[in-house]
């Protein structure tokens, strides 16, 4: 379970490159296309007791099980009102992991110049998923750090919520 | 008249011919004299001590024995002369065998020149050597590339120790003594490193990597030794003693790898052939074989459901679906059990080991194996082979006893040591049992006194000091024989071991012998599972594990301070676990009448699962969760079903433990909020 050896970036420098864009509760993200091993539609996801609240459950990707990751969750959002349709298989070193998206948009180009750091939205926010924010024809695309999405290792020291007893 | 000293011991053993009863106690006289010299290096004494012991047993040089016991007499001696050295810098050498025309005269400092195995030396155990030997040579390389860019990286060291280590240990069993000699010179170097003592910088990398190109050439020259013996390099000679003493040489030593290969032994042989007929292929090709036939099992299943294929008018195409199904899973069983292998040969080649050991040791065993049969995930065998050649070798050395002592104790001469293997559930255990003296308990704590692993053993159960065996740098050898190393081993076999899920317990009974049991998890090989739902999710339990499923009846039911839910059956209480609540599934709380009750465990660790409904049995592959789940309570893994979804495997020992604990708070999984 040890984090993805993925160097961390500095938010707003370096992040220059193509990004896969997705829609997630109303709004537009983006992870780098090189973190991005494939794109498959929803399948029936199997929950997992006692992991994390933030992991879904587990699918078979022909054959392999893979882990599902609630981006809603991870990101203390509201739980959606419809269900994601496709799942983005992140990838860092062996391991693969899925993050449950509503819909995939576009793979585009952003410039640096199109970049801004990650705004301070307050502590309650965790911005340390947060690459920056892309502005480009009208439109804001928040660009996630796809090795700091896949670590799980500040995920595992949330706290699970009580038993349902 | 000066005392005695190690050279006038070796003379003496020179001038042992068999049969000699004299010259064997002149020699017995003088090991005694210098055992009893306090100033030398207790290791060293340790040895003599050894073979002194050896001398005074008459079993040892009976007629049958007596050639064995030589041969045993002369590593003791051996081992006696290298800690000497280690020592006192500038000791002398003995030669590493024997037969060698060049061999040492006392107080003379001899490296072997010549290389000649014994005409009756086991081929097939040479082959093995010579693989496994190339494999340690390739790793070590490796590590010692990587150590030239980080040199303070502890585990590459080991690496490189640990592949010396191994050379030095099968060699010498395998009376290769040039090559067991060598590598004892390598491993001591890397052994020094590895304590702290010496850096790997100036001359220790050169050196470490012309002695991995030294024994390659001394492994390649295996054929020409056992023909008749070769002529070893001037290089042999030239690392021995660099390695010695690795400070004095200069930076850029005068004869550089390439040369040192050219000139040693030309005889190069190509690598042992595999069995006629047999293939290697990589273990990762196979792997993916797996798992895309498991893929296009699924698929085949998917298209089996589509409507068109169901549609009774459209016969022909359902016959061949029918068909295509059949080769489907067939392919899938071979190619599931492609993995698989019995572990008759590792149990086969403990039998000549036993044997040999046996008689260097001048010990009467009898080696019984049971459950060759039992299959095991190719890559579980290579696990357990290392430990069981680990725990039979401590069988002989240190469990069984000589035969007067056996006969004195009250037993038959003859001490048996037995292997068996068996599945027991989702388990596979390989258990060694010895009807030797058991493990001293004195023993064992006051070597792990002395090596600073505890301070005191008052108080200590047994099975914790029985671990003390596996601790790093362990060794309960009072003599440190070619034949048992160094200690190393133990902890690595452990930690091996660890990290698949094995286990392995030790019971011991003083004078009765002891019981080494290897517990290996069945996860990489294929589990018969029983699917279960509970509400809308379907789980399962291995079949092995269940002892019986029951159908509740209210009078079966109780409940223990008003809590703890048991089921009463046939004389027997059992805790029961609902499954619901273990695992957290939402739902209204179901009716414990409408379900099914499955008994599942081993013998006082069983409990009464409660599930909804059995959906029927099914062979499954565990596969992981994937890293970022990491370990999950109560699971052991998922598989896929039928239908292509994930069904996940539950843990029948941790539901145990589960239903013990009162406290809902498991200790592994996150802290609670309740």
Redesign the interface.
Known sequence: ??APTVETRTPGRNVEGKYLTFILAGEEYGFEILAVHEIIGML?V???????PA?R????L??????I?DLRKRFSMPPGDVPETCIVVLRAGP???GVAVDAVTDVRMVRADEIEPPPLFGQEVDVSCLLGIAKSDGRVRILLDAARV?S?EP??????????? | MTPPTIDDAVAAFVACEPGDADARRRLREILWSVVCDRSLASEARNALADAVALLDDPAAFAPAAEASSLVLLRLHLEVAVDRLEMAAAGGATVNGSARTPTDGAPGGAAVATWFEIPGDADGALIGDFVGEAHEFLEVAEAALLRLEGAPDDAESVNDVFRAFHTIKGTSSFLGLGAIASFAHHAEDMLGRVRGGELAFTGTVPELSLRAVDQLKALIAAIPAARAGGVELSPEYAVLIAAMEDPLAVPASPATPSAEARAAAPAAAAPAPGLPEGTVKVRAEKLDRLVEMVGELVIAHGILKETPAVQDASQQELTQRVLQADKIVRELQELALGLRMVPLRGALTKLTRIVRDLAARSGKQVVFETAGEDTELDRTLVDLVADPLMHMVRNAVDHGIETPSERLAAGKPAMGTIRVEARQAGDRVLVRLRDDGRGLQRSKIIAKAIERGLITSGEGMPDAAVFELIFAPGFSTADAITDVSGRGVGMDVVRRNLLAIRGRTLIESEPGKGSVFTIELPLTLAITDGMVVRVQGERFIIPTARIRRCVRPAPEMLRTALGRGELLQQGGEVLPLLRLQRELRIPGPSADLLAGILIVAGDGHNRVALHVDELLGQQQVVAKPLGESIGRVRGLTGGAILGDGRVGLILDVDELVQASRSAAPAPPHAAPHAA
Do not use: C, F, K
């Open positions: 379970m040890t029936p199997t929950p997992v007791p006692h992991s994390h992991v459950g587990v699918v078979n022909r054959g392999r099980v893979i882990p990751l391991q693969l992991l896949l799980m995920l595992a020291s949330v706290p699970v919520p009580a038993d349902i007893a």
